[in-house]
């Protein structure tokens, strides 16, 4: 069933978010040194799934488009979005110009002087652009590719019905359980696009993108850290990421763009002065603030997986 079987992981993953929120929801009340780590572990793999949901729209996780259907709706639901909206903002947008007025997640939209501050509002600053992109795809799909609409249709709806259930049964559950744990995904997902290109060159053939090659946070994050070849192949899976970079990127790229540390690189640049620069140490001067240029194809290009575009 599984393309890859190193997938199991997603799939453990997804269905520990469920447990998660199935046992706080129904468990009696606990100590705050129980219930609170349980909250984090909840936003986490949130989060978790958030990266799985972009690992799904570029590698469909099985082999037959009816499971890929049924998993991206049990996606949407540890996420908080559906999964096939990832695809215009993410895929056909911010890989395809990246970085350029046609990026709706460039991170030169990030003007705060505090840096700190663009980190934490980074997904406010792009969210505008991100979302007339998706509109005007969607209106697009609407009338070229009726099956991958109605496969946003579905996920939308189910995501709807089930807030709509969990918010009537118990709406401070809701609210605590499975929507704040949500907004932490959307953030994370949209925060990382400012960790791996803020201060990167997007005209050089290797250093448009930052790596971060710590063993710890890419188990959890499904290799996400390897984002460099990532962009250059977007179709290899994550599995095959690590031994990858190391043979085709890490000769070429600039040692600064390969990050032992995500917690030391998070310290460094947003926590201590002057922590906001190009990855070569040059002081960082951002262009002048532009207008999101239109990028949706025309013709619209679907290929892979129900709500996927490579």
């Known amino acids: 069933m599984l393309r890859f079987d190193a997938d199991r992981r997603t799939l453990a993953f997804v269905a520990a978010w469920f447990g998660l929120v199935a046992l ?12 609170v780590p349980l909250w984090v572990l909840t936003c986490w793999f949130s989060f978790f799934c958030a990266v799985a949901t972009h690992n799904a729209v570029h590698v469909p996780v099985f082999v037959r488009r009816g499971d890929n259907a049924l998993f ?3 996606l949407t639901l540890t996420y908080g979005h559906p999964v096939s909206a990832f695809v215009p903002g993410h895929n056909l947008s911010h890989h395809r110009y990246t970085q350029t007025a046609r990026d709706a997640m460039r991170t030169s939209k990030a003007r705060f002087r505090l840096h700190l501050l663009n980190a934490l509002l980074f997904h406010v600053q792009v969210g505008g652009g991100v979302m ?3 509109l005007l795809y969607f209106r697009a799909m609407a009338a070229q590719q009726p099956r991958w609409f109605r496969q946003l249709l579905r996920e ?3 995501l709807a019905l089930a807030c709509i259930a969990l918010g009537t049964l118990d709406w401070q559950k809701f609210v605590l359980f499975v929507l ?3 907004q932490y995904a959307a953030w994370g997902i949209m925060t990382m696009n400012l960790l791996q290109h803020d201060g990167t060159d997007a005209t050089h053939p290797w250093n448009h993108s930052r790596n971060f090659v710590g063993r710890l946070v890419n188990w959890w994050t499904f290799n996400n850290g390897y984002h460099t070849l990532h962009h250059m192949q977007p179709g290899v899976h994550w599995s095959l990421l690590p031994g990858m970079h190391r043979r085709v990127v890490s000769p070429h ?6 990050q032992r540390s995500l917690v030391v690189y998070l310290v460094r640049t947003f926590l201590l002065p002057g922590g906001r620069r190009r990855y070569d140490g040059a002081p960082m001067v951002l262009p002048p603030l532009e207008a999101d240029l239109d990028w949706v194809p025309a013709p619209v290009e679907v290929r892979g997986a129900v ?4």
């Open 24 to 35: 706080q929801w129904w468990m009696p009340p606990v100590l705050w040194a129980v219930s």
């Open 253 to 258: 790229i600039h040692p600064a763009l390969d």
């Open 180 to 182: 704040l744990p949500h």
């Open 72 to 74: 991206q709706v049990l």
């Open 307 to 310: 709500g996927t575009a490579a």
């Open 132 to 134: 007339r992109g998706n």
């Open 156 to 158: 939308t709806l189910v």
